[in-house]
């Protein structure tokens, strides 16, 4: 066991940058080692892998049944959009023309109208809605898409920032403006449950300034999650855009009271960056750590001294009897050491490491070994499956708890732009009040070095002025550095 | 009910084409009223609205299920593809290049190289298994990817012939010719099971000649299905391209012999196409009929005389137990009158239909009308989630036996070519022996205006000679006019 564990050890040293010494080089090394990722020959568009596609697909699994609980419907809409359509709403084609891929032939023929690639798809569900939203009876369409979108990105990164990347983007139609905005908070609600829950990551939720919202929206909810080298991630985010598509788009449905009106609309998203976040909140020195519940592998089962008899047998049947539990578990019978499968198992994250060996079987245990850290434990094979989810559980809240204190710690109250700066050269997100002008945020953004991420939910007064210019004080607002 | 069925019947007269007069009208008003398709700004680019996307989801869940429990892995693959990449297989560029949308700029600056949205991705894969295949341990690679790809048709019509269409394909990497062989049998397996099994649809199965095979491969495996209107359409297929794509993209690996070795490969797919096949094949002239394993609303529930005290709680209840026992149920609870929900789920094809009124309700009964017609039937509300499924049983079965009677009775041999055009106008497949060279194919899509679908498995000597050109005959070869 000593000599497995002094293999992982070298391993890991020659394989991955030192997050504390380069994080950037340490994701990237991450991202190819743990073979999430691998680079096709366009710049910004990457190969999701068995390994990294099966995350997102266990991320898709979760969303897609709150989705559906809570009445939404998946739609196909197309992946080409007419520029003519993109410009019917003049904030949005502001925001994303400048960063959208151009077909401008057919096989061999040139197209009358440039067709741009969907770099998000507002404009297609209006124009589908215009055709078939006729009566209150038509609504509320409560639409929901998986697909991938493309934005021409100056730098990219894997899964950080891509000029593709997989998402899905609900759009919603609603009577009321009141009914439109209490599904962008539920959406948003949906999206912060995820974090928590499932990715054990700690959001702060809130309100984007004027500045930082979607191209179009009226108002745009976020969730900001911070990642190990201290700056903020958003995460998911629930756009409310009043009836300023609808009017665009002309979409007027017919009322209870026999009157034309104007539906009102949302958009929310959560993109395969969200699986950036996870690498970045909870990896460490030794690779990816995963949070078990989107885990493609949550239990790893490698059986010791496999030459002994009885021994692949007794690991099969412990992987078994874990499968049938519902626990996703792969048996490693593979012919390397067991001290390259540690080393290789905790570069992909794998959760739970369970060991077994002649002696083990004897005593009829097994030995666990959390991705977490700590004493390896032993356990029972009787009633196995209860204790390994049990530590899967645990798991998951160390992750959160680390995570959460990560955000405690490294969350401060700033009362001048002198002090913002200070702090955010330390790292972390800065607490402060703001007047609400956007001249006092570009201040912020050339003085102190940080935009704002989000006008949290959870106010505290912590001063009665906006530091930069003196006025009156409207909200705290969470400052800090971001991808 | 009888003031219902008359609503009924007057509503489906009015509303779409009759199928014996105009079988493409009728195809085009059944996608559209029953809600499975929107169409676009843009020629061939359709919306698939819920009702529509909710089929493609339950055809991805059978078949997902089914290549995980094969080994298969699922990943993502960028859209775009450069096109010194395409161009890297001869065969495979020719068949594609003319047929594909080309990226020219992102944002405002001019690409140096143009980018095709992908047509298909074999050389995406290919490119990436080159970086990443260096041992036999690295094989077999069993991937697929769920997505959409882009072929620019002049004739376009939904489901059946779309500039952008939502597809699987499979792409496989293995040690041994033998091994990609069984791969290429086993997945046309697979898409006979779900033609059979789910979607009731009975299939021919066989090889493509070399004219009608995929571009690049060097067999191309097809299911065959007759339409009603007597037509074919290729409803999955399954390649072996042999070792061609590996020499051109370069991958080799070292075998177990430590030589340098080429792999072998496959790629398989079904599109959405299949969808236009199952209207095709079951719809009727009140619209579409779904085969219940796929449908979204197996089993609609229509509380009759709602008024009445106790009509729309029993509803509910029915509802509840059918969902309970995991049938996909819906209770259409609206104030349309019962007649026009009966013609509205008939037209969208719901496979069972559950009247409740108060007499029922008092002897302790439900009234069960099949979506395949016959008399209506009285259900004990007593186990009824166990009648339901029955019956959904039965529906599968008729719709199968009637697709199998229209491809038994509409298949011919033929023993000349002027025997082939009278029996290919009266429509239907025929059979005729083959001597193997293109030229007599290329004579029989002339003279007889049919194209060889497949070289069935399943083989007949039905005569010695090819009656083209009086050679040997080689092969039996099922003929027919072809979506």
Redesign the interface.
Known sequence: MIWGFIMAKDKKVEQITDMDVDFAQWFTDVVVKAELI?????KG??????YG??I??NIQSVLDRKFKELGH????????I?ES?LQKEKDHVEGFA????????????KLPE??C?RPTSET?FC??WQ??VHSWRDLPKL?NQW??V?R?EKTTRPFLRG??F?WQEGHTLHRTAEEAKAETEQMLEVYADLCINYLAMPVVRGRKTDKEKFAGAEATYTVECMMHDKKALQSGTSHYFGDGFARAFDIQFTDKDNTLKYPFQTSWGVSTRIIGGIIMTHGDNSGLVLPPKIAPVQVVVIPVATHKEGVLEAAQKLTDELKAAGIRVKLDDSDQSPGWKYAQHEMRGVPLRLELGPRDIEAGVCVAAKRTGGDKITLSLDNVAESVKSLLDQVHNELYEKAERNLRENTFDAHSVEEARELAEKGGFVRMMWCGDEACEIKMKEQAGVTSRCIPFEQEHIGDVCPVCGKPAKHMVVWGIAY
């Open positions: 691998d680079y096709s020959g366009i568009f990457y190969i999701m892998r068995p596609y099966s997102w697909e419907e998946n739609v196909s809409m197309p992946v080409l007419p359509l400048p960063e959208v891929a151009w077909v401008t032939y057919g096989g061999s023929e440039r067709l690639v297609l124009d589908h055709h078939v639409y697909c991938s493309l021409w000029r593709e997989l």
